[in-house]
């Protein structure tokens, strides 16, 4: 008896929903992604280190990434819940006429209230 009867060996499913993936899957996986990308920046950083006086171009490329994958790390994990799979569909067709305009009930209008007092 398999330990994890629940799991099966076969591919996943086709998805058939345009649901978005799960709060909790896609904060985990925007979470890895800027790890990975912090520890490459870290690498960049050891190399800068270790290649600065030696091979100035390589120290210098290196602390180009290290300057630059933090910001680049920022973004690609704060742009993750918003998207969407798939392509969107257009919220009014294009070459559609506008739709007529609805003519509403008129409103009774009072005038003025007079000061009759006096």
Not at 20 to 46: E, F, H, P, S
Not at 49 to 73: D, E, F, M, S
Not at 74 to 82: E, L, P
């Amino acid at each position: 008896m398999s330990p994890t009867p629940w799991r099966r060996d076969g591919p996943r499913a086709a998805s058939i929903t345009r649901a978005r993936t799960g709060l909790t899957q896609d904060l985990r996986v925007r979470q890895r992604r800027y790890i990975v990308a912090m520890l490459v920046r870290t690498a960049c950083v050891v190399v800068m280190a270790l290649t600065w006086n030696r091979w100035p171009a390589v120290g210098v490329c290196a602390l180009v990434g290290g300057v630059v994958i933090p910001y680049v790390a920022v973004v690609a994990a704060q742009a993750g819940w918003r998207q969407q799979r798939g392509v969107r569909p257009a919220l009014t067709p294009a070459g559609d006429e506008p739709h007529a305009r609805v003519v509403l009930e008129p409103t009774l209008i009072l005038p003025p209230e007079r000061n009759t007092a006096g």
